[in-house]
């Protein structure tokens, strides 16, 4: 595991993202299987992640998007087949696999 005073980035980790309103079984997850949990920051108005803002996070190390389907705020859902589409078109563009 990791301890507090190191970043991801030391031991090239692998790192997932998820909006910052997840599940709570995303970071116990994460701990688990040492994966780097990066989350997309809320905005106001903005309570979901969309494709573009999936896409532009992903680099070399991301092994995945977590799509959130219900937010505890106010019910919405991200896209999980715009978000697919997107990082399927990541994928053909920069030789990225992202699940």
């Given at each position: 595991?990791?301890?507090?005073?190191?970043t991801a980035e030391e031991f090239n980790l692998d790192?997932?993202?998820?909006?910052?309103?997840?599940?709570?079984?995303?970071?116990?997850?994460?701990?688990?299987?040492?994966?780097?949990?990066?989350?997309?920051?809320?905005?106001?108005?903005?309570?979901?992640?969309?494709?573009?803002?999936?896409?532009?996070?992903?680099?070399e190390n991301t092994i995945g998007v977590v799509a959130?389907?219900?937010?505890?705020?106010?019910?919405?859902?991200?896209?999980?087949?715009?978000?697919?589409?997107?990082?399927?078109?990541?994928?053909?563009?920069?030789?990225?696999?992202?699940?």
């Amino acid at each position: 595991m990791l301890h507090e005073k190191h970043t991801a980035e030391e031991f090239n980790l692998d790192d997932t993202y998820a909006s910052a309103d997840l599940s709570a079984g995303m970071p116990k997850f994460c701990r688990y299987w040492d994966v780097e949990l990066r989350e997309a920051p809320l905005e106001p108005g903005r309570y979901v992640m969309g494709p573009a803002e999936a896409v532009a996070r992903c680099d070399e190390n991301t092994i995945g998007v977590v799509a959130t389907l219900g937010t505890t705020f106010t019910g919405h859902y991200e896209s999980v087949e715009e978000i697919s589409d997107a990082l399927n078109q990541l994928q053909q563009d920069r030789r990225l696999d992202i699940t």
